[in-house]
Each structure stands twice: as C-alpha cells, then as structure tokens.
C-alpha cells in the first residue's frame, strides 16, 4: 500500500487508511519520536483533527510504501526519519489497545494475526505473557 503524505492531510486520514489494512492495529501521533521498543507517554498524543503540516518536524512530502511483512521498527522509523512524524504502532488484545514495545522486531502481519487471534478470544479475558510484557 503506497500511502500519501502531504502538509494538508490529517492525522486521522492516515489512521484510517492504516486500518483499513491492518483492521486489528493503529497509529498514534505523538509529539516526539521514541526509540525502538519504547512506549509514548499518552500525554504526548496529538490531536488526530491536525493536519501533517501543522504537526510535522520536516517539511517532507511524497508517499510510504507499507507492506504486510515491514516491521513495527521499520515504519515507525520510517515516519520520523522520511516525514518528521513521530508515530507508535498499537495492537488490540481482547478490549485493550497495547502499544507494541517489545514486539517492535514483529511483521505488521504478525502483529495484526496476533491482535485477530486475541480480539476473537476476548470473551476469556486471558492475557499471555507477551501481552502481559507489552502491558508492563
């Protein structure tokens, strides 16, 4: 999927587009970047009704490719490093949204069949050990 990034875009446009792909992840803006397998503090979240001009560090434009076997790592960095957009991948586990710190070295496809396979057992409340590390 070739993602537009442009000035006059908002956050939330690049969200959905995102989910539409990955129904079980989503993207976070924050004001500052973080390193891998760091979490972002959720009162640096910006506000999704912003445009990518507004909040952006570079003053970038083009597309991103993303692709099912990119790593969390990889697009995150890649946000900041090509377009001066600090983003944090999420997955869903059963009702909650983790950020996905110690999993940053997982495919956006794993990442996405392991938030599908929680989302289905949800009703059981079990959280595993790797979520349980995401949660910490």
């Keep these: 999927m070739k993602m537009l990034i442009d000035k006059n875009k908002k956050l939330n446009t690049i969200q959905n587009e995102f989910e539409k792909i990955f129904p079980f ?9 973080h390193s ?4 972002s503090a959720k009162k640096n979240t910006l506000d999704v009704e912003l445009t990518i001009g507004e909040v ?4 970038a434009s083009g597309t991103i490719e ?3 076997l990119m790593t969390v790592a990889e697009l995150e960095s890649a946000f900041t490093e090509v ?3 600090a983003v944090q991948v999420f997955r869903k586990s059963g009702k909650v949204w983790l950020q996905t710190t110690t999993t940053d070295d997982w495919t956006l496809a794993e990442q996405d069949q392991r938030a599908s396979e929680k989302v289905a057992t949800a009703e059981e409340n079990i959280i595993d050990s790797m979520d349980r590390q995401e949660l910490e």
């Design 66 to 68: 993303i692709h099912k």
């Design 56 to 59: 952006q560090k570079k003053n």
């Design 36 to 39: 891998q397998g760091e979490g």
């Design 25 to 33: 992840l989503k993207i976070e803006f924050y004001k500052r970047a």
């Design 83 to 85: 377009f001066g957009l």
